[in-house]
């Protein structure tokens, strides 16, 4: 993932250089299982919520039993929680 997402100046007022924590939800394509290090690879579109554009990037699956019934290619909606510059995915559902 790039870290150096610009953020989405004139909402609120909040444009702070420390991320806090948020939730958004992401729409994108699986790239990448790996169950050995818990990360999923996503190559997703733009998830304002959390000020991202379109790209590939690996989460952290929280919990790990997200990962069952996922395969390579699956097109998936997701919940994505950022901690700083990593994230995680909270929730898949398909598409
Ligand atoms: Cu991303």
Redesign the pocket.
């Known amino acids: 993932?790039?870290g150096d997402v610009k953020g989405m100046s004139g909402m609120g007022g909040m444009d702070k250089r420390a991320p806090a924590d948020k939730t958004g939800q992401?729409v994108g394509v699986i790239t990448a299982i790996d169950t050995k290090a818990n990360k999923l690879t996503?190559q997703?579109g733009p998830?304002p919520a959390v000020g991202?554009p379109t790209?590939?990037?690996a989460f952290k699956a929280n919990p790990p039993t997200l990962f069952r019934g996922l395969r390579v290619g699956e097109r998936i909606g997701f919940d994505?929680q950022t901690q700083g510059v990593a994230?995680e995915v909270t929730a898949v559902r398909p598409q």
């Open positions: 993932m790039s992401g996503i997703h998830i991202w790209m590939t990037m994505v994230a």
